[in-house]
């Protein structure tokens, strides 16, 4: 049973890739009676910075900020403090077990209102990019060990890609966050038409046990994003009945 009882409009974190905070803020205003939980990552952070962030949250909804930390552990360590106490709901962070431990001391508390969640492997990442990089063995047992190590440590959760969430739900228990991008409606494989690999359907990740899906281009350039977003929901839902 995967159930921790999140309301369905805090299922899915809209992940706001656009180069403009007014854009992002166009996005929100539209889907906030269907959503409640938003992604700033890179792109958008260096174009509104807090500013985007706290207008989201002061308008009630919860933020993933999605940095991807990786530096060395003091450098982490600093920027995770800057995270803190800000009303952030999740925070990511990038690396070995001595980047997220520094990432982890950085909140005042184990019982803190930002949760840390350590990116395992990018869902854009295949197989032959493994090989590329000299590793060896299988991104599920990769995804697995980075995993289990960061909820030994003391992290919340993780980001996974749903084909690895069923293994971790399994394995390591129900208390572990899993948040899985790489959502591809009507998809469970890889039709190469962006740079996702490791995708699946929302109704199929929930049912393998993540507990939020992050979702951006299949919302964001559809026709009818609202539409989009009740296909979604009504997936979620369906997954959650049978959990
Ligand atoms: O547009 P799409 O649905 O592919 O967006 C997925 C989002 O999830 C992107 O913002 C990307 O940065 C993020 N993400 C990911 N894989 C991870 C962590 C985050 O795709 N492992």
Redesign the pocket.
Same mark, same amino acid.
């Given at each position: 049973m995967n159930n921790k009882n999140i309301p369905l409009d805090e299922r899915i974190i809209l992940?706001l890739?656009v180069s403009e905070p007014d854009a992002a803020k166009e996005w929100v205003r539209k889907t906030e009676g269907k959503i409640k939980f938003y992604?700033v =990552?890179l792109q958008l952070f260096l174009a509104g910075w807090f500013d985007v962030v706290d207008w989201i949250i002061d308008r009630g909804h919860k933020v993933m900020v999605?940095l991807?930390f990786f530096d060395i552990p003091e450098t982490v360590r600093l920027a995770m403090m800057q995270l803190q106490d800000r009303g952030v709901s999740f925070a990511?962070v990038h690396g070995n077990d001595p980047i997220i431990r520094a990432s982890l001391a950085a909140r005042s508390g184990n019982d803190s209102a930002l949760k840390i969640l350590a %990116?395992t492997v990018?869902?854009?990442f295949g197989e032959e990019d493994m090989r590329a990089m000299g590793l060896t063995g299988s991104i599920e047992d990769l995804v697995y060990f980075r995993a289990k190590r960061a909820l030994e440590l003391g992290c919340d959760g993780v980001?996974s890609s749903g084909l690895e969430a069923a293994r971790l739900r399994q394995g390591l228990g129900d208390k572990l966050l899993i948040v899985t991008? =790489?959502?591809r409606p009507g998809a469970n494989v890889d039709d190469g038409s962006?740079d996702?690999t490791r995708i699946m359907t929302a109704r199929k990740a929930i049912a393998n046990g993540a507990d939020y899906v992050? %979702? =951006?281009?299949?919302i964001t350039r559809a026709a009818d994003p609202l539409s989009v977003i009740a296909g979604l929901q009504e997936e979620i839902g369906a997954a959650l009945q049978v959990l």
């Open positions: 992940a890739d992604k =990552g999605d991807k990511t %990116v990018l869902t854009s980001v991008p =790489g959502i962006d996702q992050v %979702v =951006g281009r299949p």
